[in-house]
């Protein structure tokens, strides 16, 4: 445990902020594999949803959801 006040004011805010991302993170995960193990429109439409809302709230960086969106179209594009 930190001694120095600033050192526990992080520790309090890291632990809200974690609290927050969970569920879009969660969400986001499981759409992704949702799309990746069923690549029907529906699941990649809403995987790619999930992703921007993770950009949006700093969850993700924008490479990384550009990867993510990337390998999922194509593999839907190898499906067809």
């Known amino acids: 445990m930190p001694n ?3 050192a526990k004011k ?3 805010v890291n632990k809200v902020k ?3 991302n ?3 993170k969660g969400a986001m995960k ?3 594999k949702k799309a990746r193990n069923e690549a029907t429109d529906e699941n990649i439409k809403l995987a ?3 992703i921007d809302k993770a950009v949006n ?3 993700i960086t924008k490479n990384k959801a550009a990867r993510l969106k ?3 179209s194509k593999k839907n594009n190898e499906t067809k």
């Open 48 to 50: 790619n949803k999930r």
């Open 22 to 24: 969970i569920m879009p």
């Open 4 to 6: 120095i006040k600033s």
């Open 57 to 59: 709230k700093g969850i």
């Open 30 to 32: 499981t759409a992704v």
């Open 70 to 72: 990337s390998n999922i």
């Open 18 to 20: 974690h609290e927050a």
């Open 10 to 12: 992080r520790v309090k």
